[in-house]
Each structure stands twice: as C-alpha cells, then as structure tokens.
C-alpha cells in the first residue's frame, strides 16, 4: 500500500521508501528504499540517496504545457518506421530538455542534494543520476535500459541537466517502441529519479548479479559478472566481463562454493573524467590486469551472500520464489562493496518447467567443422538460420529487415526496436549479463556474444546459423544447416522402484538437464572436461619448464592464462567442471568416473606425445586404474585427486563420489584405494564412497572378492560387451557382432546383479544398452537392478517403460 501522506512530495529519500511506492517513484527507486530501510540492517550496504518522484515529473509536464504537444506528435505513430519513430521521439525529448523546470521544484532539489552532500561530508559529492520508471520489472515488462542514467554527477548546474535528460529518456525511441509492443499506454507511466551517492568504482570494479542461472533458470546458484571501473560497460556489453559461478546450497554452511571462474578480455574501463559536460570516460586496461580477475573470492562470496539475502527478502515479501536482479560496484578507495540496484529477474522466472525444450543440430560434425566461422558465450539454447546483417552503427538500424541475424559490436537499448524483428544476434564484446544478452532472453531468441571479431569474420548478407544449444559455448556456421526442436512434457511421471539416473559428460548442460525428472547421476566423465576445458596432458603443466617446445609452451601459456602455477590451473578447470555437475544435482548422488582416457587419447592432448607410450590396441593397454599408481602418470592422477578433494572439501559437494573404470584385478583395486587415500580421498571418510566399474569378466567372477574392496558396482556395458565376445568396439568390420543384447553378455550381468544384491552393495549401469535398446531395460528391471544411468534424451520415454515393466512383474 502506497503512502498516501508521500503522493503529493516531490522529493522522498530512500529511507522514506519501500517497494509499496512504485507508482510514486518507480521501480528502481521502490527497490533502493526498500534494501536501504531493511536490509542495511542485515549488513547489505546501500548508498544513499533520495527520489524525485513520479509526481515531480508530472508536475513538470502540467506546469510547462507540452504535455498536449506531446500528444500531438505522438498522433499516428508507426513504430516499424524506423525514420518517423526517431524523427517523433528526439521532437519529444528536445520539448523536455528545454522545458522550463519549476522554481519550486528545482529548490526542492537543490535542497536535497546539499543535504546528501553534508550528509557524506562534502561541499558538492558526485552523483549517480538514474531514471525509474512506474511499470517497469513488472512480470511482463522488464525495460531493461529502456531509460538514461547518468554518472558522476556533481553541482547544481550539472545535477539539473542530468535530470532533464533523464525525464526526456522516457521517450527514447527504444521506451515508445517497446511501450508500444507492451500496450502501455504512454501517458499512465511517469517516471522518477533515483539520486544516489557514487561509489568509487572507478578506481576499484563493479558489475551484475543474478540469484539464479540467467541461461537455464536453475536456481541454485548466484551468477556474478565483474569488470574494472564503473558498471555501464558490463550492462551495454562494451567488454567481456569476469564470470564467477556460487553454489548457494553449501556457502549457507560455510563451504568458499565459487564453483565457476573465467577470466574476461576486460580490454576497456570506464572512470571519472574532469570535464562537467562529458563526466566519464573509457580508457584501456593494462595487459596484466586484463588476464587478472576484478575481484577476489573475498569479494565474490560477499557479494553471493547478499544476493541470497537480498533474494530471500523479496521471496518473503512476494510470497512465492522471487530470484533477482542486481548491481553492485566496488569502492576503490575504501575497499568497500555496496548493492546499487535491484530488480526482478523477468525471463527464467517464468519458464514453463512442465516442459523440457531441446535443439539438436543435424548437420554431421566434419561438416560442422568445415563450415564454423566463430564461437562465443552463448545465450537461450535455441538454433536459428537467417541472413547476417552487420551493422556497426545505431543510426544505420533502418536497413535491418525482420527475420535476419543482427551482428554488431555491441548494442544498447537504442537497438531494441531491430532486436525484436531479429531471428538472432551475434556480438563481438559482452557476457551473460549485458544487454544484448538480456534482451535475447526476453525476446526468446538465440544470441552469441563476446566472440571478438564476429563483426570481420562473418559476412553481411551470408546465410549462417547460430547454434547455442551445446551448453555455454556458441557457435556460428556459414549457411542454413539443419536442425530440429524437440518439447517433452516431464508433467505426472511416475515414480520408479527402480532409479533413474542420468549420463553427464558436458559440464555446461548439468543446469539444464537437472530439470528432468531424475534420480542423480550414474555417471559423470571426467574425460570431457579435461579434453574441452583443459586441452592439456597433465604432464605437460607439471613439467612446464623443462619442455622445449616453444609451440607447445605458447598453447599451454594461452590456456592458462593467469596461472604461474600450471598445474593448480588442471587442478581448478577440473574442480569447477566436476562441481557444476555436483551442484546441479546436489544433494543427489553424483557417480563420477575418474578418468579413462586410453594412450592415444592422452597424447592428443596438448603436449601429450611427450609424455605417452605408443600401443598397437590402447584399447585394452595402459587405461583406467592401471595409470593411477604407477608409470609417470602417477603424478598426472595425483591433480585429479587434488581437484576432487576441493571439489569435497573447499565447495562442500560431498554427494560426489568415486568411481574407478577399468579395474582388472583385486590387487590392483586395493592398490587404487590406497592411492586415492594418500592424495587425501579416504574412503567412508565424510561420506565418500568408491564405486567399482564392473566391465570386464574378471569383474564377475570375482565380484565377491572385488565387493569387499568396492562400496559397489557400476556395470559398463560397453566394455563388458567387448571383452566377452572377443572384439574392438571401435571396429566397423565387427559392428554386426557388437550386442550388449548377447545372452553371454545378458548371463554376465544378470550373475552381478545377484551377487551385489546378496551382498548389499550398489548396483548400477552406465552404459549405453538401456537407452538404445526398450528390451534391455527390462531385462534389467527382471533382473532387479538397483539404478540405470541413462542418456539425457532418453529419460523420459525410458521411465515410461520401466514403470510399465514394474507394474507387469508386480502382477506376477
């Protein structure tokens, strides 16, 4: 309920405010008081500040006349016409500007600024001046940057001027258009003035944070983006800011949980400029602080921690889950952090979650390959074809044509009126939270942002395609390569005795895939992370110095970027990939397989013919448990147990456990316990299991003696299927053999089902039989198999099926 004593103030400070007061003083403003009223308490910093409120601006158009005038050129609006709509909107603005402010009105603010200027003990302090508009983060109209803000504010005169441009922002060309779209009408949304103390971000950095995984929805993390200097370039997308990943569940208990960290190109900074009319100014970032991160994880978990608070607030507030929309900066000087806005997060809030939305590229991958132009951080997941348009300019906008793919340095809220007629956008700067990413989102379209140089690389007027539906990297390819969208209802499926647990390879789509109806993880491979987001044999960091190879070095050098200490960097890319597969399934059990990569696939590896033996059938030489305590890779093993233990024991993801592939006898898997316990992975210690992959016929005939070393089995069809009939599952020539469905096969894994079940271990598959095959599913329900580990794609029609199979050996 809005103060009816504060309707008629033209002036209200942000302690005199709560949310209740949109109508009077906008969003923004609603939101400032009501964090600076309440949550400064909880130790939340909030500049202060004051409101001039939606009252003072209409007070400005009544008391000036133009509000008439206004009408009249607002009279036959088109906003496709891209001409009329700016000739219309700078007519509007320039009758703001150079409207004469009341007397009254212009003391009361001055009054108002000399007070917050005592108040922080300064003659005339900088200002930030920010525009609020009346309806904006309602559920459906985010308006995000649709008005001015204005930094670095300071004196009466500059003050002034700051607010006439920022009540004529009302009606940019971007705000009519998109007022328009949302059938508001133009005269029933007012807007107010946000006045509020700079922070000295300037000299220190700032940025954007979301409660909530802006890509996916999931809502178990805070999403924090950073980059040197004031906040505007972050938000427009001018740099490719820092990116930081926390998982709330295990910081509430204290764990330092920054699951995800990227180092942004941050090539520019915004800071101070001494000239009064031109109050900032961008300037380059020093080559050593760009391949440093802005922040320090001080700084990130703070931040986290008043994200939850912030977002815990106005879910009580609301009633229902409410995630949220903020930015922050740090203060330079003083070292201090302070929340600057908060909003209502406007996309992923309102997501149907009744139904699991996929796009599969069909377009083989040497064709991929052959026709890839640039990549990028991707945004929405979808896939779209169209013609580039490159456009460098806001004032060339008019030669977009609906339907094409906008390709752009960067844009900001002057572009939204093509964004909206666009099948796709693809920038050269920008992250996750800038504006064209966030407007991509409202707007349900695909977008690739940050790739550098897409602006040169692609071609104006080619056909191309935009693939984001393979996990945070994006993908642009020349012409229009074929694709499908698959919607799977995941409403009202039953639950199974037996569980339904997923396969997770890509780290990257762990958020997305979480939202199927599952039972955990059967099977996480380490394999995918080490080969995408690594790139490097281990070996190779160990021994960085001593390698000769200046091509080689120069790679390793390029990855690493940031790291002295190569192998801390294996270390941490292996930790922040296992970690964002644990928190998506937190607290479920997450199996994950230690890595299996066979000789030839190490050395593939940057750096790795140096270090790996050349064996005519790897397939069945130096892999799984073999590499872990002895040879030289001994020392590579010792980093992924290192990585797994931070993974445990700094982010606080014990629902990961261990899983040793390609264990060939019992010695050898008592030899692997007590390695994995001298690196500091001590089996039962808090809760850590390791799990056996059951894959070779030693494996079952003595899975008796393996089950008194193993806290149990995961059968691996794959290879139990190779090793029983005799044959390389890689071989086309033999492809007709191959059959996980072969009754040795079937009697093999029937015969450990039985004996796990009597000795009251875990009995699991992994494999690919039950996804490929409806009547292998079966067979394993029949057989009473604890979990089956299925391909994401199949879960569904899967749990279907077994449910059936469970219902029918019930009536047996």
């Known amino acids: 309920m809005v103060n009816t004593q504060n309707k008629k103030k033209l002036i209200l400070w942000f302690k005199e405010t709560t949310i209740n007061d949109v109508p009077l003083v ?124 204005y930094l670095n504010i300071r004196g009466e005169e500059a003050l002034l001027d700051a607010c006439k441009h920022c009540f004529a922002s009302l009606f940019t060309n971007r705000a009519i258009s998109y007022r328009v779209d949302k059938k508001f009408d133009h005269f029933k949304i007012a807007l107010s003035i946000g006045v509020q103390r700079m922070v000295r971000s300037d000299v220190g950095s700032s940025g954007v944070m979301f409660s909530l995984d802006t890509e996916t929805g999931f809502s178990g993390v805070v999403v924090i983006n950073s980059a040197y200097g004031l906040g505007e370039n972050v938000v427009q997308g001018a740099v490719t800011p820092d990116e930081f990943y926390v998982f709330k569940d295990t910081l509430k208990k204290g764990y330092k949980s920054i699951i995800t960290k990227k180092i942004g190109e941050k090539a520019i900074k915004m800071i101070y400029n001494n000239d009064r009319k031109k109050p900032t100014k961008n300037v380059s970032v020093d080559i050593k602080d760009r391949q440093k991160l802005s922040i320090n994880d001080e700084q990130v978990l703070q931040l986290a921690k008043w ?79 169209g013609k580039a348009n490159i456009i460098l300019n806001v004032k060339d906008i008019s030669k977009f044509k609906k339907g094409e793919i906008l390709v752009t340095p960067m844009t900001d809220p002057d572009w939204e009126p093509i964004m909206k007629i666009a099948s796709g956008i693809v920038t050269n700067k920008g992250g996750v939270t800038c504006h064209a990413a966030i407007i991509a989102r409202e707007l349900g379209i695909p977008c690739i942002v940050g790739t550098g140089d897409g602006t040169s690389k692609i071609k104006s007027g080619e056909g191309i395609t935009i693939d984001c539906s393979s996990g945070d990297k994006g993908f642009v390819y020349k012409g229009s390569l074929k694709f499908e969208k698959h919607v799977t209802s995941v409403s009202n499926l039953p639950k199974t005795k037996t569980k339904i647990m997923m396969n997770v390879g890509d780290p990257d789509q762990a958020f997305e895939l979480s939202f199927l109806p599952n039972d955990g993880v059967g099977l996480a491979r380490e394999e995918f992370i080490i080969n995408f987001s690594i790139q490097i044999h281990p070996l190779a960091l160990l021994n960085y110095n001593k390698i000769k190879d200046k091509k080689i070095k120069n790679e390793i050098d390029k990855l690493t970027m940031g790291y002295t200490n190569k192998s801390q960097f294996f270390i941490d890319a292996l930790a922040h990939g296992i970690a964002r597969i644990g928190a998506a399934f937190y607290p479920k059990k997450v199996i994950l397989r230690l890595s299996d990569f066979k000789t030839d696939e190490y050395a593939n590896l940057i750096g790795g013919k140096l270090y790996e033996p050349i064996e005519s059938n790897p397939m069945i030489g130096w892999r799984g448990a073999s590499r872990y305590y002895q040879g030289n890779y001994r020392d590579g093993f010792a980093l992924e147990c290192l990585a797994i233990k931070k993974v445990r024991e700094e982010f606080g993801l014990i629902n990961i456990q261990v899983m040793v592939p390609f264990c060939r006898t019992i010695d050898e898997a008592k030899k692997v316990i007590t390695e994995l316990s001298k690196k500091g992975l001590k089996q039962g210690e808090n809760g850590l299991k390791i799990i056996g992959m059951c894959e070779i016929p030693s494996n079952v005939i003595l899975a008796d003696k393996f089950l008194d070393i193993f806290d149990g089995f995961s059968i691996g069809s794959n290879d139990l299927t190779q090793l029983t009939l005799g044959l390389d599952r890689n071989s086309e020539i033999l492809a007709n053999i191959y059959d ?73």
């Not at 000739?87 to 007397?103: D, M, T, Y």
């Not at 001046?129 to 803000?149: I, K, M, N, W, Y």
């Not at 930015?327 to 996309?347: C, H, M, S, Y």
């Not at 009697?747 to 009597?758: D, M, P, S, T």
């Open 26 to 149: 906008g969003g923004k403003n609603a939101s400032l008081g009501e964090m600076y009223s309440t949550l400064s308490k909880k130790g939340v910093s909030i500049p202060n500040g004051f409101s001039i409120t939606a009252t003072a601006y209409r007070y400005l158009l009544g008391k000036s006349g133009i509000k008439k005038e206004i009408r009249r050129i607002l009279k036959d609006l088109d906003t496709t016409n891209m001409k009329s709509l700016a000739e219309k909107g700078e007519a509007i603005r320039n009758l703001i500007v150079n409207a004469s402010f009341p007397k009254d009105l212009e003391n009361k603010i001055y009054k108002a600024y000399h007070k917050l200027s005592e108040i922080e003990g300064t003659k005339e302090i900088a200002v930030a001046v920010r525009s609020s508009a009346t309806a904006e983060d309602l559920p459906d109209a985010s308006f995000a940057g649709q008005q001015e803000t």
């Open 307 to 385: 994200g939850m608070i912030i977002e815990d607030h106005y879910s009580k507030k609301a009633g229902h889950y409410k995630p949220m929309d903020m930015e922050w900066a740090l203060d330079g000087i003083t070292k201090k952090i302070f929340i600057v806005q908060a909003r209502p997060e406007t996309v992923q809030s309102r997501k149907n979650r009744n139904e699991y939305v996929t796009y599969t590229l069909l377009a083989k991958l040497t064709e991929r390959e052959k026709n890839q132009i640039i990549t990028g951080r991707s945004i929405g997941q979808k896939i779209a074809s």
């Open 740 to 812: 996980e469905r072969n009754e040795a096969v079937k009697q093999l894994i029937r015969e450990v089902i039985k004996i796990a079940k009597k000795k009251k271990k875990y009995i699991g598959l992994c494999g690919q039989a039950p996804s490929d095959y409806p009547e292998f599913a079966e067979f394993l329900v029949d057989c009473g198999i604890e979990s089956m580990s299925l391909n994401p794609d199949t879960v569904v029609k899967t749990t279907l099926l077994i449910d059936k199979t469970e219902k029918k050996l019930k009536k047996k």
